[in-house]
């Protein structure tokens, strides 16, 4: 059977991991390493780029545990404030805040003698990892504006496509946590780790876009393959599944030519333009240029955009990336004047 990992288009939420196989030794040995840790009750910690297939992965091993009969539960940690994070994880009771109307159960209560995965935990504030921990080390947490201290056992899975290293070693994130969540650690390659897989990854997806868009395709003609596999593919299966479906959309055939491949427009791309016109307006090292303003406050002007853009225009993430408050870095954007304090 295949599956997104291996190339089908369409993600199938019960595969086990049994479903899974690569040619690749990098895949091989991350598909290896969690049938073991499928069998334990150990925390997993999934690091990999974005569109490696994190969330699959995750679903696959819970499916393959011994919780398989019990809830799989999902929350995306990202670009979310302290006070929403708090209630989405723990719950609320009634009044604890404008609009909480009624007791409303959190995800680590909805995931109880089941597995709760944490996307993108490295997005957490320091406020929120702390929590987390005392969730995850004692099985214990409050619900939102309510004293009753409550239990879950939850098997714990977390990922994150953020380099954890270099935010460990910044203290952006909590040793003591990531010491509770990386009992097992996996690491899924990205696409351009996978040379092996990539003709039954391209042949999977095709079919299966065929057969949900109900035309006959039946491949990519040699300039069209050759286009696929020289592209670098910065957003790995996500991507190459949306470029793949576009292609079959478009095909005037039954096999897909290079002009119905719309690789060029993708997110990733026009990120890379943007940033590569930026030396136009600063020197060679990425300060602004001699003959400009040579001010303290214009060179932090542009740092600050510089790590905005890194993080295309999430402040919760630049301030954690620049080592200050929100509050001080949408103070710091009111000064200069910045369209994103907007």
């Known amino acids: 059977m295949e599956s997104w990992l291996n190339g089908a288009g369409v993600p199938d939420w019960h595969h086990t991991l049994d479903d899974f196989r690569s040619d690749d030794e990098a895949m091989a040995t991350c598909l290896n390493l969690a049938r073991t840790a499928a069998r334990t009750e150990l925390p997993i910690l999934i690091l990999g780029e974005t569109g490696t297939g994190k969330t699959l ?11 398989a009969a019990a809830a799989f539960v999902a929350f995306n940690s990202a670009a979310l404030s302290d006070t929403l ?8 009771e009634k009044g604890a805040f404008t609009g909480a109307i009624k007791r409303v159960k959190g995800k680590f209560e909805q995931a109880d003698r089941g597995t709760l995965f944490l996307d993108e935990i490295a997005d957490m504030s320091a406020a929120a990892q702390a929590k987390i921990l005392r969730a995850v080390e004692y099985g214990e947490f409050e619900r939102l504006g309510g004293e009753e201290l409550l239990h879950a056992d939850v098997r714990l899975v977390s ?21 509770r969540i990386s009992g097992i650690t996996l690491r899924l390659p990205p696409l351009r780790e996978r040379p092996n897989d990539l003709r039954s990854i391209l042949a999977s997806a095709i079919q299966s876009a065929s057969v949900r868009q109900k035309k006959e395709i039946v491949g990519l003609s040699r300039a069209a393959a050759d286009r696929l596999f020289e592209y670098h593919r910065p957003g790995n299966l996500r991507q190459l599944q949306r470029v ?11 096999v897909i030519a290079p002009e119905d ?15 590569a016109s930026a030396p136009t307006a600063t020197s060679g090292n990425g300060a602004p240029p001699l003959d400009g303003d ?8 542009h740092h600050i955009h510089v790590v905005l853009d890194r993080f295309h225009g ?19 954007l009111r000064e200069h004047r910045s369209p994103h304090a907007e």
């Open 294 to 301: 040579l001010s303290l406050a214009s060179a932090e002007y």
């Open 244 to 254: 793949l479906h576009t292609a079959v959309a478009l095909a005037k055939s039954e």
């Open 314 to 332: 999430n402040k919760r993430r630049t301030a954690r990336a620049l080592g200050v408050s929100r509050s001080t870095l949408d103070r710091k």
């Open 57 to 67: 992965l995750a679903r696959a091993i819970h499916n393959s545990s011994p919780r």
């Open 85 to 92: 994070l708090d209630s989405q994880l723990f719950g609320h």
């Open 159 to 179: 990922a994150t496509h953020l380099p954890l290293a270099t935010y460990l070693a910044l203290d952006h994130f909590r040793k003591d946590l990531f010491y």
């Open 261 to 275: 491949l719309l690789i060029e427009t993708s997110t990733e791309e026009l990120h890379v333009a943007e940033a």
